[in-house]
Each structure stands twice: as C-alpha cells, then as structure tokens.
C-alpha cells in the first residue's frame, strides 16, 4: 500500500463510518451490524479524526491516542450536555461526527498538500 | 514468515523438508496457542453456572480444558522464549491469551454475570430514561462519565438494554488495555521481548476483576493511555542539580567499582523527539483525558495525581502543570458536582485518612474469612500480589546495582506511588486491592526486566521453562481471578424471578435481599427502592431465629403504604456459604422465618429464588 493511500485510509475510514452510523440510525432498528457499528464509532472515530494530525509516527502509539481521545471526548461531549439539560443522543452524535469528520477532512487536506 | 528473521532468512540452505513439516516445525508455537483456545473454549461452553465449586471455575473445567490450556501456556511460552519469534507472532500470541484468560470465561454464563454490573445496567437505563442524574437515588450519580457513555451507546445502538453488552466488557477491556501496556513497557526499554513479556505478565497477575462492566473498568484504559503518552513522548527530563549530579555519578562509579555489571535490558536508543507543537497537541489530549476521569470514577484521578507527582518531582514529566490540572480539576469537581456525596460523608472519610491499621484491617482482614476452600483462594491472591510487589522491588534493586535503574525510574516510581493511596482511604475495603491494580502495568515491566535481556540461543530447555513458568501463571490466575465464580454467575432462573419481581413490584415498593449478591437493580432504578438486609438490619437481630421476619416487619413499618419484598435467590446462599454469615442471622433461617410468619405470603417459589410480600402490605399485580 503506497504512502498516499495509507494516509487516506483513515480519514475515509472515519468519515464512512460516521455516515453509515448516521444511516442506520435514520432506519432506526435495533441490529447487531448497528451495535457493532455505534461501539466501533464511539471507541475509535473522534480519535481516530484528530490523533493523526498530532503525526506521532508510531501506529501502536496512534491507536492508544485515538481510543483515548475517543473515549474521552464522548464523556466530555455527552456529560457536558446533559448536564446542560440538553440530553439527545442524537445530538451528542452529531457533535460527535462533527468533530471526527473535521479532523478528518483536515487530514484529507493535509495529505493533498503533502501529495502537491 | 513469522518465526525467522531476515539474518536467518538471507542463510537458509535450500529445504528438503515437506513443506507441511516446515510449517509445523516453523509455527509450531502459534499452532499450539491456537489449538489450545479453540480446545479451551469448546470446553468452557459446556460448563454449567451450577457446576462451580467453593474453589470457583476451576472445580467445573473437565481434563480436556487443562490440557487444552497446557497447549496454550507451551505456544506461549515458546513464543516468548524464542528469541526469533517476530512481534507479529508474539502480538497474535498475547490476542489468543487475552481471549483464553477472559473472553472465553464468559461462554458458561447463560444470562450476564457479576450483580454489581447490574446495578451498573440501572444507573445506564436511569440515565437513558430521564437524561439527567439524581445524586439522591445512588452514589453512582455523583461521577457519571461512564454510565452517561452507556446510556449513549445504548441508545444510538437503538438497545432496550445494555446488558447483553455487559457480557464482552471485560475481553474488550482487556484488548483496549494491550497498546498503552506495550508502550508503557517499550519506553524503558528497546528489548523486543520485554513489552510482550511485561504484557504477559500483566494478564496472568492481574485476578482484581475490576475490568468489567464498570467505570473503574474504563477510567483503567484512560489510565494506562495517559501514562504511556506521558513516558513515550512527554517524559523530558530536567537537568539535575549540579551537586546532586555529581553525587550521584560519585557513588554510582563507587557501586560500578564493587558490583559486576551484567547485562541489562537494553535503553531506547532513539527516544522519539518530538516538535514543540506535537509536544503542545499531545498536552491538550492529556488534559481532555483527565477531563473525562475526573467525573467518571472518584479513585482514578487520585492514582494519576499522584503518579503524575511522582513524575513531576523526579522531572520526568515535560507536562509540568498537570499535577495542578489534576488537582483543581479532582477537588472543583469534588466540591461541586459530587458536594452532596461529599457533605454527607466527610466525616467517614477523614476518619480513614492516615489510619493505615483500620484500612489494613478491613482490607485484608475482613477478606480473609468464608469457607476454607474460599479462604485458601484468598490466600493465594495476597501471595500473588506479596510476590509480584516483592519481585518488582528485587528487579528496581538488580536495576540499581547494575547502573540500568535510571531509564526504569518512571517505572518503579509508578509502581510503588499507588501504595500511597492506602494511607487515605480504606475505599470500602477495597483500597489495596485498587492499589495493586494501578501498580500492576509498571510492576509488570520490572519483573520482565528480570529475565536476562540477550538469549541467543533458543534452547528445548528455555523454552520448557518457559512453558512451565506460564503454565504456573495460568493455574494460579484461574484460581486467583476466577476463584469467586460460585457467586458470580448467575442462572436464568434466577435472573427471570428478580425481573419479574422488579417489572410487577408497584411503584415505590421496597425490595430487600439477604446480600447483594443477586442479579438486581438493572431496572426501575428511582421506582423501586432495593436495599439489602445487611444494611436494614441491626447485628443480632436474628438471635432467635423466628424474630426475622417481626425485625423485618419493624424496620419496615414507616413504608404503611407501601409494598416490600423480600427475594432469596441461590446466589444469595451461594455467597453466605462461600463468605460466612452476616451479622443479623442466616439466611436459613430467614426462610423458615418467613415461611412461619402469618404476616408474609410468599408470591415466587423455584429452586432457583424464592420471594415474600409483607401480606397486609402486598397488593394485587405481584401476586
């Protein structure tokens, strides 16, 4: 796998997974393709968005980040909503693909450039 | 190919073998794991819940299960031993062991196991229901990082219940742990081996069992993660005093004199250098990592306030302001969120702090009672912890003496800061047991240590005692981890009388059990109140075995109007056999108690749980 592809892989990675999620979501019944996809989204995505972009050159040391970060920014988004009384699953979701969709065009831009 | 290296690869003389013999004489070590773990879980499945002994798993595995974890132990083993082994293979080896030690334990439950995940499952389903947290209810209210995550997960998976994700937490756990273990271990050292090895080490010792379903279970990984982010990338040292420098290198050249070196595993040759700005980016995940403890578990940010100060203070750490961030973020956090809990209890615990012979006390001493069986078990996992501790300390002196402590020293710091703890708490018993479970990751790395860093040679003989010395680690950890599995799993009998007790018990009832040992509390958290009878019951009240029932009735007259149950289930007695009796009877004769009573009717009868109402009390829908 060249350079170029790899460091597309992730950011592709991250990005469809938000969007499948978003889509199962929409259809709305519950499945185990749905639970396997929305513990794979809350475990690895937002973190696997941002951690990249630190460039840490270690992929045993990338992956301990983004499950980290993963983690910690969910109990961060979702705690800090509910205790704003704003509890919506839906809407700590949104947050959250935001939040992973933007680090990961941002990694999409960073290796265009990096390819130009 | 997984086994041989380049060197070997470049020297190889053309193969007459067959290439099936080849591949056995080339993978044998994997094909042994992997053989093994299918063995080992084919017989795990036909394990009955009502099977386990006083001794726990152990007692209900047929022999074809130790042989199939011979198998795995001598894979291992040989893996570990050898020293062409590729990190491919030792990483596919450790999978197989983490799924052997704690994915495949899960198969003989036929319903979730472990009645404090229960209870776990309530809170999630409270928060899903009402999107809000009432510190009134439970304690759990007060740090709710990790059940808000479930209520999340739960409901973005569109479940009607967590529970059936309860049953994996511990094998995903455990898998989530192995990268920030690998890195922890691979900041001391360059060794290949002693990451794997510190790994292994790790699985095998650690029978604590806090990482189900639980918020200990996560703030855990957040743990590891930050402390292998801190010893990877942020550990800059500072330069040390001038004097205390020269000191140092003064009687270090004195011990150099005296002392043979020998080899030691050897340092990082290339510790990662970092850009002001990755330094910058990987400061903030730190923070956002102690963002999310500090309101997800009440003991994790204490154990990384004080690993992080331990750092700060020997200058292993460039992140210097963490300490302070940890610190303000832990007591803001405990003053204003948590105030409630905390104004409540303040007085129990400012008893503890400093007062090392009570939490001593209630922490070994309160344990280390049941049946005999149980007691041995108990036993056994003291020693384990009092070898590993002993062990650690021996491998930080053998570092020192041979001039190699210096690039361990985050190690034996975080290993032995969490001792500190124990000085401020008791943690309902529980502190040491916490204790050993953050030290365990740094521990791990210095017993590795311990095996001699250049084996050249992959002797039959090495790799024997390596087998034996996993097999040796694999008995004790079944024992030691899996020990309490009589109490732990759970029936389906059971669990169907408790729900049916908990859907059709009316609104404000009152549901009591003997111990809390019973698949309860996962639902209608807020609208049935769940209390055990340890809790409100006087010691001696069942002196005279008939007063139970009349004790019960009294303690429970300020609830006229509303309904109380009393459940019995067979883990219940389970756990009274296995952990002796409470202070206000047996549950034996709360039966016949009950039973005698005119006052109690009972509503649910099955081998599995037995179930009372208060009759005058009682109304229609659980009849």
Same mark, same amino acid.
């Given at each position: ?13 991250? #990005? ?91 990694? #999409? ?8 | ?16 073998? *067959? ?6 004489? &080339? ?58 082994? !590729?990190?491919? !293979? ?62 999340? &997960? ?25 990268? *920030? ?10 060794? *290949? ?52 420098? $020269? ?19 050897? !340092? ?32 994790? *940010? ?89 062990? =650690? ?40 047991? $916490? ?93 049935? $109140?769940?209390? &055990? ?9 069942? =002196? ?11 303690? &429970? ?44 009717? $009972? ?21």
């Amino acid at each position: 796998m060249s350079s170029a592809v790899r460091s597309r892989a992730l950011p592709v990675l991250v #990005l469809s997974s938000a969007i499948a999620l978003g889509a199962v979501i929409a259809v709305g019944s519950a499945s185990t393709p749905r639970t396997l996809l929305t513990c794979w989204f809350l475990l690895a995505c937002p973190g696997l968005g941002l951690a990249p972009l630190v460039r840490l050159d270690d992929a045993v040391g990338t992956w301990t980040v983004a499950v980290a970060l993963s983690v910690s920014i969910d109990i961060v988004v979702a705690g800090g909503l509910m205790y704003a009384g704003w509890w919506s699953p839906l809407t700590i979701f949104v947050v959250l693909a935001i939040i992973a969709g933007s680090g990961a065009l941002i990694q #999409l831009a960073m290796s265009r450039e990096g390819r130009g | 190919m997984l086994y041989e290296t380049e060197e070997a690869r470049a020297h190889r003389l053309p193969s007459v073998t *067959p290439p099936i013999v080849a591949v056995v004489r &080339t993978h044998w070590p994997l094909l042994a794991t992997v053989s093994g773990a299918v063995l080992w879980t084919a017989e795990l499945i036909r394990v009955r819940p009502e099977d386990v002994g006083d001794a726990g798993l152990i007692t209900a595995l047929p022999a074809v299960a130790f042989v199939a974890l011979a198998l795995v132990c001598v894979g291992l083993g040989a893996a570990l031993g050898r020293p062409q082994t !590729s990190a491919r !293979s030792r990483a596919a080896h450790l999978l197989m062991l983490i799924f052997v030690l704690h994915g495949a334990p899960a198969l003989p439950a036929d319903v979730p196991s472990f009645s404090v995940t229960w209870r776990h499952v309530g809170v999630i389903e409270y928060i899903a229901t009402h999107g809000s947290v009432d510190t009134g209810i439970s304690a759990y209210f007060n740090w709710p990082g990790f059940f808000v995550l479930g209520a999340l &997960t739960g409901e973005l998976a569109g479940l009607d219940s967590v529970l059936e994700l309860t049953r994996w937490a511990p094998l995903v756990n455990n898998l989530l742990y192995l990268a *920030p273990l690998i890195m922890i271990a691979r900041s001391a050292s360059d060794d *290949p081996r002693l990451p794997w090895m510190a790994a292994s080490i790790f699985y095998f010792t650690n029978w604590v069992y806090q990482d189900y379903f639980s918020p200990q279970g996560l703030t855990y990984l957040l743990y590891l993660s930050l402390f292998a982010i801190i010893l990877t990338w942020l550990s800059g040292r500072r330069r040390p005093r001038r004097l205390r420098r $020269r000191r140092t290198w003064r009687l270090r050249r004195w011990l150099q004199r005296r002392l043979r070196r020998r080899p030691v595993p050897a !340092s990082p040759r290339h510790e990662p250098v970092l850009r002001p700005s990755q330094q910058a980016m990987l400061m903030v995940i730190c923070f956002v990592i102690v963002l999310a403890v500090v309101p997800s578990h009440q003991l994790t *940010p204490f154990a990384i306030l004080a690993g992080v100060s331990a750092l700060a203070l020997l200058g292993r750490g460039s992140f210097r302001g963490l300490p302070a961030i940890v610190l303000v973020l832990t007591v803001a956090w405990i003053m204003f969120a948590a105030g409630g809990y905390m104004n409540g209890h303040l007085d129990a615990l400012k008893e503890d702090i400093g007062n090392l012979g009570s939490t001593v006390s209630s922490n070994v001493g309160s344990r280390v009672s049941g049946s005999d069986v149980h007691l041995a078990v108990t036993r056994l996992r003291l020693g384990i912890a009092v070898a590993v501790w002993a062990l =650690a300390a021996l491998a930080a002196v053998r570092l020192w003496r041979r001039g190699g402590a210096d690039r361990f020293v985050p190690h034996i710091a975080l290993a032995a800061v969490p001792f500190g703890l124990v000085m401020m708490q008791a943690y309902g018993g529980e502190i040491m047991l $916490r204790a050993y479970l953050f030290s365990i990751p740094f521990a791990a790395v210095l017993l590795a240590s311990l095996v001699p860093a250049r084996i050249d040679v992959a002797s039959p003989l090495r790799v024997a005692a390596f087998s034996l010395a996993t097999a040796a680690l694999a008995a004790s950890f079944l024992l030691t981890r899996y020990g309490n599995e009589r109490i732990v799993l759970f029936t389906a009998g059971e669990v169907r009388a408790v729900e049916r007790l908990t859907q059709t018990a009316p609104r404000g009832s009152l549901v009591l059990a003997p111990n809390p040992q019973l698949p309860w509390q996962a639902a209608r958290v807020g609208e049935v $109140r769940y209390r &055990t009878l340890d809790s409100a019951l006087a010691p001696g009240a069942g =002196a005279r075995p008939h007063d139970l029932a009349q004790a019960i009735e009294f303690v &429970t007259t300020e609830r006229r109007r509303e309904p109380v149950f009393v459940v019995i289930t067979r883990n219940n007695r389970e756990f009274e056999h296995l952990f002796g009796g409470s202070t206000w009877g047996s549950i034996a004769d709360l039966e016949r108690s009950l039973a005698a009573s005119p006052r109690f009717e $009972r509503t649910q009868s099955g081998p599995d749980a037995v179930v009372y109402a208060l009759r005058w009390l009682s109304p229609g829908p659980a009849r």
